[in-house]
């Protein structure tokens, strides 16, 4: 699964450090850790990000290789580990490829396609990472135009959802199909896949026709589908607690209640992902014209702030200790990657020079992953990690 528990997936301080690695240090007095940040470099060309992270400290991302192909630069799925970005194998030639998550054993899910622009594209498993080859998800559809792929996930036994899209050549109209993936065959299991948990719950979208429209799903292990009602799921953790949205509202699911988490004096909230303690976070309207990162708990709904002067801030993962990542804006105008831990919110700062930084995932460890700009604005993924003192 991935480390945010997401089921979505979102700088300046000046550094004054080694060119690869700067500290970004807690409020004034708080005492708090400070994460240094490490560029993770690309596979050649000029971008990369890394979207996920395990407990192993293992990354993957996506990354410029600086080839070209069919016009256009080609991508290719990235592991990091032992200090080195790796090329996930791929045994397609010019293919490119994409990695959506891993889980604790090194597992990777993502997509590959016949071009950079994903004109074909279809679901591939790493089921060994870097140690072996890959393995082409297999599936059946009705549809005959070309698919589009959207891997949502990957639990601890290496079972993986997502969501194939492609146009109906004959009627011209388009077709949408979640599938899980339980080993190398696919079944559809709805419309749309959300989120699975280490119990092979998978959250989904199913569409239950004219009469009653789109449903949130969630379909448990045997084909059981439960329908939870009518909003659209965010998140799912391996307690069955599903975060998500109706109309401009977040909610919480449990045991067949839906719950409102209310707002921040604002008429929009948006959650963007649930630990396995039923914390749950996202952004808000404030009712005075800005949206600040949120948390909610027991009921009760925290505003995370912003960064000095920033107006703006979101939250997009949360792990096990509560621990909180997303951005702020800051007083300069450029986007933060930012924690919040202890009621106090830290800046992690950018690479040497760079101007912006966005996280995206973050490990129990309180290792973060994202991407940041370089001095000359290149964007490469990063790791920040918190280091005492």
């Not at 979102?10 to 970004?24: E, F, G, I, K, R």
């Not at 077709?175 to 749309?192: L, W």
Request: proline share 3%; with cysteine.
């Amino acid at each position: 699964m991935r480390r945010s528990l997401l089921l979505i997936g979102a700088v300046a301080v000046v550094a004054s450090c080694a060119v690869l690695v700067s500290a970004a240090s807690g409020s004034s007095g708080s005492g708090q850790a400070r994460w240094v940040i490490i560029d993770l470099g690309t596979l050649g060309g000029k971008s990369a990000t890394a979207v996920d992270i395990n407990e192993r400290g293992q990354i993957v991302g996506q990354s410029d290789t600086g080839k070209l192909a069919d016009g256009g630069p080609v991508g290719r799925a990235f592991l990091w580990q032992d200090g080195k970005m790796r090329a996930l194998p791929i045994g397609y030639g010019e293919a490119a490829t994409d990695a959506s998550a891993l889980n604790d054993r090194g597992q990777v899910v993502g997509t590959w396609s016949e071009t950079n622009h994903g004109d074909f594209s279809g679901p591939v498993l790493w089921p060994k990472g870097l140690n072996g080859r890959e393995v082409l998800l297999d599936y059946e559809s009705a549809c005959d135009g070309s698919p589009t792929w959207t891997m949502a996930g990957i639990n601890e036994r290496g079972a993986s959802v997502g969501t194939f899209a492609a146009e109906d050549v004959e009627t011209g109209g388009s077709c949408q199909y979640a599938f899980f993936f339980d080993g190398m065959i696919g079944v559809v299991i709805g419309t749309s896949a959300v989120a699975l948990n280490d119990r092979d719950q998978v959250l989904g979208v199913s569409d239950f026709g004219k009469s009653k429209g789109s449903h949130a799903v969630l379909r448990r292990p045997g084909g059981r589908m439960m329908d939870l009602g009518a909003f659209d799921p965010v998140g799912l953790n391996n307690r069955a607690q599903v975060v998500g949205t109706r109309g401009s509202r977040a909610v919480v699911w449990q045991q067949g209640k839906v719950t409102d988490l209310g707002s921040l004096g604002g008429k929009v909230t948006t959650p963007t992902a649930i630990n396995e303690s039923g914390q749950v976070v996202g952004y808000s309207g404030t009712g005075r014209g800005q949206t600040h990162a949120f948390v909610w708990q027991n009921g009760r709904m925290t505003d995370l702030g912003t960064l000095s002067s920033g107006k703006n801030s979101s939250a997009v993962a949360i792990n096990q200790r509560g621990q909180v990542i997303g951005t702020s804006s800051s007083a300069s105008g450029w986007g933060h990657g930012c924690i919040w831990q202890d009621g106090k919110m830290t800046d992690l700062g950018t690479l040497p020079g760079g101007k912006s930084s966005t996280a995206t995932a973050i490990n129990n460890r309180g290792q973060i992953v994202g991407w940041a700009t370089t001095k000359n604005g290149a964007r490469h993924a990063v790791l920040w990690t918190p280091r005492s003192g």
